[in-house]
């Protein structure tokens, strides 16, 4: 089989194509024949950044070819999608039963990969800030594979304003076009008026303009790997809360609630609620090029490699 992979950290020409052994489930896993796979800034950032490389990660969606010992609920022949931690741009890849969701009848591998885990995210991400109907909401990285799902997300859940935040303002009709009142680009002096909650995608220099973008009582959730500090202090005068959130921990700790938030999504879907959008497919040889799109933050919507 093909595998994408890389032997020193850098940016997107370090990625190569290489052959390697069709993996073997090992015990609570699934061997998927992978059919679409969503490409994410994390692991974009790891391949810049991390001195050792890893396996390149991520959502990955495709029919079950083996299931390994202890596998209860899935067989060969059934359609999945889910995260991958180890090896996941390749044409075979092992997902964990723990990490595993069924596609739908109707839906596609794209589809699936286009709004599970990155609306697993920003679900969680939503819940974590505990909305009110009637609040005010901002979205960083609001034309993301995440943030575009998190604009609509909450407005579904009762924000009476949402402002999404960009990178440049070619990016501000799209946003709109996913329901957000009012588009800032991270550059301006002001972000307008305060908001109840935000949810941030970016971290690094960006985190303070979004938590002084919050009001006071407010909160902002950080599901960034971009780092970033913050003054105790602006916590402090603005009786602000900054939360961490991670929805892998979700996964692991809280199944029951992980399932719930998988059905919740599609159940948008469905009633046309929400809208995962693919801004371009790539060819699994063309990782570099998806990359690229990823690095140059040019992407509106998800980025997907079809093996």
């Not at 090896?87 to 890849?93: L, T």
């Not at 935040?165 to 009012?182: I, N, T």
């Amino acid at each position: 089989m093909r595998r994408v992979q890389y032997e020193r950290s850098g940016g997107p020409e370090v990625l190569e194509v290489v052959s390697a052994e069709v993996p073997t489930p090992g015990p609570g896993e699934l061997l998927v024949r992978v059919e679409a796979i969503g490409v994410t800034l994390p692991t974009v950032r790891k391949v810049r950044e991390q001195r050792e490389p890893i396996a390149l990660n991520g959502e990955v969606a495709g029919e079950v070819v083996a299931v390994g010992e202890g596998v209860t609920g899935y067989a060969p022949g059934y359609r999945v999608t889910g995260l991958v931690f180890g090896h996941g741009y390749a044409d075979y890849a092992l997902l964990s039963v723990a990490m595993a969701s069924p596609i739908p009848d109707g839906a596609s591998a794209v589809d699936a990969v286009a709004l599970v885990r990155s609306g697993l995210v920003a679900l969680g991400a939503l819940e974590a800030a505990n909305p009110l109907e009637g609040e005010s909401a901002l979205v960083t990285a609001a034309a993301s594979g995440v943030g575009h799902l998190a604009v609509q997300l909450a407005r579904v859940r009762g924000a009476s304003r949402v402002v999404g935040a960009v990178s440049d303002q070619s990016k501000a009709e799209f946003v709109r076009g996913l329901g957000a009142d009012e588009v800032i680009e991270y550059g301006q002096e002001s972000w307008g008026e305060p908001v109840d909650y935000a949810l941030d995608a970016v971290g690094g220099d960006l985190l303070g303009p979004a938590l002084a973008a919050v009001g006071p009582g407010g909160r902002l959730v950080y599901y960034s790997s971009g780092g970033g500090t913050i003054q105790a202090y602006d916590l402090l005068v603005g009786a602000k809360s900054v939360i961490g959130f991670q929805v892998a921990r979700i996964a692991k700790g809280q199944p029951e609630l992980f399932d719930q938030w998988r059905q919740e999504l599609w159940q948008y879907v469905a009633s046309d609620q929400l809208r995962p959008v693919v801004h371009a497919e790539f060819a699994l040889d063309a990782a570099a090029e998806a990359h690229a799109v990823i690095e140059d933050r040019g992407n509106l919507g998800k980025v997907v490699l079809i093996p």
